[in-house]
């Protein structure tokens, strides 16, 4: 069993940054493929970046590419989502997850799920 945290959400002005961390216990995260996922107000889950085990590959969502990095520190159990140049759009709860299989955009294949951290971004 996987416990995922995030942490650093908050309110941020439109074009301003932060840096989501999502942490684990009860197992080491570098046999995962974790992923960041969110919910914008009133509207379903989606994906946001996913990252191999090994951090060699990324992926990204259309709407997030070029402003968005996910990483992975292994040695620190520790998964990130640096966000820049924010858009109010970015607006939501963010998730971190977890899972066994290849990176996948697909909420189904995330078998652990944190319980997610607010990210509002104003005019």
């Known amino acids: 069993q996987v416990q995922l945290v995030e942490s650093g959400g908050g309110l941020v002005q439109a074009g301003g940054s932060l840096r989501l961390s999502c942490g684990a216990s009860?197992?080491?995260?570098?046999?995962?493929?974790m992923g960041w996922f969110r919910q914008p107000p009133g509207k379903e889950r989606e994906f946001v970046a996913a990252?191999?085990?090994?951090?060699?590959?990324?992926y990204y969502a259309d709407s997030v590419k070029g402003r968005f990095t996910i990483s992975r520190d292994n040695a620190e159990n520790t998964v990130y989502l640096q966000m820049n140049s924010l858009k109010t759009e970015d607006t939501a709860v963010y998730y971190c997850?977890?899972?066994?299989?290849?990176?996948?955009?697909?909420?189904?294949?995330?078998?652990?799920w944190g319980q997610g951290t607010q990210v509002t971004v104003s005019s």
């Open positions: 009860g197992r080491t995260l570098s046999t995962y493929v």
């Open positions: 990252i191999s085990w090994s951090g060699d590959s990324t």
């Open positions: 997850a977890a899972s066994v299989r290849v990176p996948t955009t697909r909420m189904g294949e995330y078998a652990y």
